[in-house]
């Protein structure tokens, strides 16, 4: 049994508009569905992604206006790792990051590639990494002005830190089916060990980064942090045959939940990290159509009778400024 890489990752936001500029103005992803939180119909759930909506290129937020600030710690997932094209890709970013006023910390390393660190208006931890030109799924969305060749090109990973690292390395063995492919000096100063863990051979969009941080308080989630980051399964099956292998170990999950654009079964791997493993379709495209994909509101069957209720309590997003 095995995962195929990363299918999304969900984070939070406090402010949805200004979020809204910076992952489709300035990152240039493609605002692919704004729909809400099927848990939470009075927060928006928006997805940027490339210009199919591929799985494997979609960032997504939950709007909680009420939270915090994301307060940085262990046992979270703690950065995520986007792939660009070549160096002239990152030279491209550091110079349009340093016009935009986007904070980040020049181009560096991570993990063996060249790559940049930087964060979103609200303090989230990302990155850049140079993916050497490595082969991607989807369509690359051009706009904001960003040539195609210096474009986003989906997720390369994402870094979880823990309190204790062989508890999840055993998990993600014997359980999850990642391979561990390699251990790296930290790039942040530290002495810390960067453990990298592989999924379906590895490489970019199918790895996951693992430090041990020992004594350091735990995060505490809030708008600019990860709630939680999703894995792809190809079909309704292979998510059956995951329900009953965590079954068997004795994981607790949500079991199938039906998110209309995907079917999700989530667990928690520790008090503070979640885990969901997503399949590939239906897909963004099931109520819109390809081109017209982010401009309405989108809701599912189950919630279209409570559309002019759910419309009423959300307020309005500035859309002005996006690419169509």
Same mark, same amino acid.
């Given at each position: 049994m095995q995962l195929h890489g990363i299918h999304h990752v969900t984070a939070v936001t406090a402010k949805a508009s200004l979020n809204l500029d910076f992952y489709t103005r300035v990152l240039g992803l493609r605002l692919v569905k704004k729909s809400v939180n099927q848990d939470d119909v009075s927060a928006y759930h928006l997805f940027y992604a490339d210009k199919l909506g591929s799985p494997g290129t979609d960032m997504t937020f939950f709007d909680w206006p009420m939270t915090a600030a994301n307060r940085r710690g262990t046992d979270?997932?703690?950065?995520?790792? *986007? &792939? +660009?094209?070549?160096t002239e890709a990152l030279e491209f970013w550091r110079a349009r990051f340093d016009e935009q006023g986007v904070k980040h910390q020049g181009i560096g390393s991570f993990a063996g590639h060249s790559a940049i660190h930087f964060e979103d208006p609200e303090g989230q931890q990302l990155t850049l990494v140079d993916d050497e030109g490595a082969p991607i799924e989807g369509e690359l969305w051009e706009a904001a002005g960003i040539p195609l060749e210096y474009a986003i090109r989906g997720f390369y990973g994402v870094m979880l830190s823990v309190p204790q690292l062989e508890p999840i390395a055993q998990l993600f063995t014997l359980l999850l089916g990642f391979e561990e492919m390699a251990r790296v000096p930290s790039t942040d100063g530290s002495q810390k060990e960067v453990v990298v863990f592989g999924m379906d051979g590895g490489g970019p969009g199918k790895e996951v980064f693992v430090v041990e941080e020992r004594g350091v308080m735990p995060a505490r989630l809030?708008?600019?942090?990860? $709630? $939680?980051?999703?894995? &792809?399964?190809? !079909?309704?099956?292979?998510?059956?045959?995951?329900?009953?292998?965590?079954?068997?170990?004795?994981?607790?999950?949500?079991?199938? +939940? !039906? &998110?209309?654009? *995907?079917?999700?079964?989530?667990?928690?791997?520790?008090?503070?990290?979640?885990?969901?493993l997503a399949?590939?379709?239906?897909? *963004?495209?099931?109520?819109?159509?390809?081109?017209?994909?982010?401009? &309405?509101?989108?809701?599912?069957? *189950?919630?279209e009778p409570q559309r002019a209720q759910i419309e009423a309590g959300l307020k309005p997003l500035d859309t002005a400024h996006i690419s169509r």
């Open positions: 979270s997932i703690s950065n995520t790792l *986007f &792939r +660009v094209n070549g809030g708008h600019g942090g990860v $709630h $939680h980051v999703a894995f &792809r399964l190809k !079909d309704d099956a292979e998510q059956q045959a995951w329900l009953t292998r965590l079954a068997q170990v004795g994981v607790r999950t949500s079991g199938q +939940v !039906d &998110r209309y654009y *995907f079917k999700s079964v989530y667990f928690r791997i520790s008090n503070g990290i979640l885990f969901e399949t590939d379709g239906p897909g *963004f495209a099931t109520d819109e159509s390809l081109e017209t994909l982010g401009e &309405r509101l989108a809701l599912p069957p *189950f919630l």
